[in-house]
């Protein structure tokens, strides 16, 4: 802890009182008035000594349980208080984590209080982003209140990383196959170049037999197909675009946070159903994520520390050039000439995906050309752009062993 801070301005008054008696005392020969006015004097200059003494000695100190939570989900923490020699008289910790305050009375006290004190506390974090915390304040006074001395905490100021709050995604079209279909009707999930093997899955009636995995099914284990990789990325892409054009001051946050909340949704479920790539404003390449979410906690972090609003950088679509799967292109507000930015000739599938309060009469604000809406995740709605076949949700085929 830093040295404390004195406030003695009512032990000073006591002093003064104090000198002032001894004063009256020796001019009307009052000897009954020097017990008192010595009493009053010895007590405003030694009451502020004592606190110092014991608030020098003194120090409280905050423990997290973790580093990073999601927005709204609660956090602990343990405040430690210990106590030097001369024990703590009264002391007050005021901790701003979760702006609360408690009392310390005789629970510390030199002769029967114990040595160290601990209380657990819980916040919540109401928005993504890094989060710096200052260390909690002890404030130390005497019975009578004459004197305070606060320590503020020394150290680095600790620091939470609060991630985005991830929502189920609502498919709107859960029809057959629920797969991302690319315009010619080919699964976007697996292309036909599909040549490495990627694991096995059950068999589906059209299989060719040369993907039947025939030791498995010689071992009794049924009928079992080989699940195959494109040499192109095939999967489908989520990209995040933070810009704001537009967007009121007040409403630039709630937009970016929306928009964020829809992005990382949508990359767990599809990353669950088969595996994404994951496209953030200033970065040159996707990030792949896998079924197993190996990059996923790196990504997320990212996610979370997306800053957005009107001089974000756009994400960089030169990157996405020659994938043959579906891009689901997260955008916090919808900046001109988007949809013919995003459906160029011969591109596959794909669905803008917007906040509730950029759309009007059922379509993003300033987006022309056709739509058809394709989902619903965390405050934001999905529209398929062009006349392609609907956008689905890939399938949750899962490796079998």
């Keep these: 802890m830093r040295a404390p801070r004195m406030f003695a301005r009512r032990a000073a008054a006591v002093a003064v009182a104090g000198a002032l008696l001894v004063l009256v005392a020796l001019v009307f020969d009052a000897s009954p008035l020097f017990v008192p006015a010595v009493g009053l004097l010895v007590l405003g200059l030694l009451t502020p000594a004592w606190v110092w003494a014991t608030a020098h000695g003194a120090r409280a100190q905050r423990h997290l349980d973790a580093e990073r939570v999601v927005e709204e989900q609660p956090l602990e923490a343990t405040i430690e208080v210990r106590r030097g020699w001369l024990g703590l008289p009264g002391a007050e910790v005021v901790d701003p984590f979760t702006g609360s305050r408690f009392e310390l009375a005789s629970a ?101 037999a040369s993907r039947i995995h025939w030791p498995a099914v010689a071992r009794g284990a049924g009928l079992i197909e080989r699940r195959l990789q494109a040499d192109g990325d095939a999967r489908p892409l989520v990209v995040l675009d933070a810009r704001t054009p537009g967007a009121a001051a007040a409403l630039e946050s709630e937009l970016v946070d929306a928009a964020v909340r829809a992005a990382a949704s949508l990359v767990l479920d599809l990353a669950r159903a088969g595996g994404c790539g994951l496209l953030l404003p200033g970065e040159q390449r996707p990030t792949p994520i896998d079924r197993e979410l190996s990059e996923w906690p790196a990504a997320y972090a990212r996610l979370a520390l997306v800053s957005g609003g009107q001089r974000s950088r756009p994400p960089a679509l030169g990157a996405t050039t020659g994938r043959g799967g579906a891009m689901i292109y997260v ?69 079998v062993a």
Aim: aromatic share 2%.
């Design 331 to 399: 955008a916090a507000s919808p900046v001109p000439r988007l949809g013919a930015v995003l459906t160029p000739p011969g591109a596959g599938p794909t669905v803008l995906v917007v906040p509730d309060a950029v759309v009007v009469d059922d379509r993003p604000r300033g987006v022309r050309g056709s739509l058809r809406s394709a989902l619903s995740v965390s405050g934001c709605r999905g529209f398929q752009l062009g006349s392609g076949r609907t956008v689905q949700r890939p399938d949750d085929e899962r490796s």
């Design 108 to 208: 510390m006290a030199a002769v029967r209080g114990d040595r160290e004190a601990s209380v657990r506390v819980v916040s919540h974090f109401a928005r993504r982003g890094l989060h710096e915390l200052a260390p909690p304040t002890l404030t130390v006074c005497d019975p009578l209140e004459l004197a305070r001395a606060r320590s503020e905490g020394d150290g680095a100021k600790q620091t939470v990383l609060v991630l985005p709050r991830t929502e189920p995604v609502r498919w709107l079209h859960p029809g057959q196959g629920r797969r991302l279909q690319l315009p010619d009707g080919r699964a976007g999930s697996e292309a036909l170049a599909a040549v490495d093997v990627d694991g096995l899955r059950p068999y589906r009636p059209g299989t060719p």
